[in-house]
């Protein structure tokens, strides 16, 4: 069982509609979440981070995380055909003293116009 | 304030050849991790970096493979004997501080071996 499983997709939705991303994880050791972007052929870009259970919202992006489930969502609100990219969750445990992250497989999002 | 730079941005080795890649973290981060991404995969955590000392290489195979951050200069990766199973986006991230979780990732290198 991979520690981190993300549904590659691939998901294509027309623009102005909300995306729902989703990841699972199986290690309880595991204390902070991030979602992060990737454009083809470019490096990951972080979008969101948080380290509690709960909502988290950054303009039409919103974090939420559920420790007691092990699932963390990405929510996309009124989605742009500039959006169409490859979403990573990355996961960190807590306890170690540095950066080191697990990542989900990537869901491919299209947003078409 | 130049980002996480990595050259080269593609590199094209012939099996048995070496491929070395380059990453230089950003200004004032002296922490650096790379990780390897195969088609239709996730990145997988390779090795964690500060100046001069390798921290964590669980992630690296066991053999041909070996990686540096040296007191001067960028951290470099280098693949000795490079085979199919090789090709793959190599990433560097950097970070300013061991307890930072926040990782800037570079454009990486994408390997092609043939």
């Known amino acids: 069982q991979k520690e981190v499983e993300q549904d590659p997709g691939p998901l294509s939705v027309p623009e102005g509609a909300i995306v729902s991303l989703n990841c699972t994880y199986s290690n309880s050791a595991f204390q902070y979440f991030m979602w992060y972007r990737q454009y083809s052929r470019k490096g990951p870009e972080l979008l969101m981070y948080?380290?509690?259970?709960g909502n988290k919202e950054d303009g039409r992006f919103t974090a939420q995380v559920d420790k007691s489930s092990k699932y963390i969502s990405l929510f996309i609100r009124d989605s742009q055909p500039s959006d169409s990219a490859t979403y990573l969750c990355?996961?960190?445990?807590?306890?170690?003293?540095?950066?080191?992250?697990?990542f989900g497989q990537g869901t491919i999002l299209t947003v078409h116009p | 304030n130049a980002g996480v730079m990595q050259n080269p941005r593609h590199l094209v080795r012939r099996r048995g050849q070496e491929a070395r890649l380059r990453c230089s973290p950003m200004k004032g981060h002296s922490h650096v991790y790379w990780y390897r991404q195969l088609p239709e995969e996730g990145l997988k955590f390779m090795v964690y970096l500060q100046k001069e000392n390798i921290i964590d290489e669980s992630g690296m195979p066991k053999e041909r493979f070996s990686a540096e951050f040296p007191k001067e200069g960028p951290s470099i990766l280098r693949i000795q004997q490079v085979v199919r199973g090789d090709s793959a986006a190599y990433f560097c991230?950097?970070?300013?501080?061991?307890?930072?979780?926040?990782?800037?990732f570079g454009q990486g290198t994408r390997l092609t071996v043939v």
């Open positions: 990355a996961i960190k445990a807590g306890g170690t003293s540095y950066g080191k992250l697990t």
């Open positions: 948080t380290y509690s259970s």
């Open positions: 991230a950097s970070s300013p501080g061991r307890m930072n979780t926040e990782a800037f």
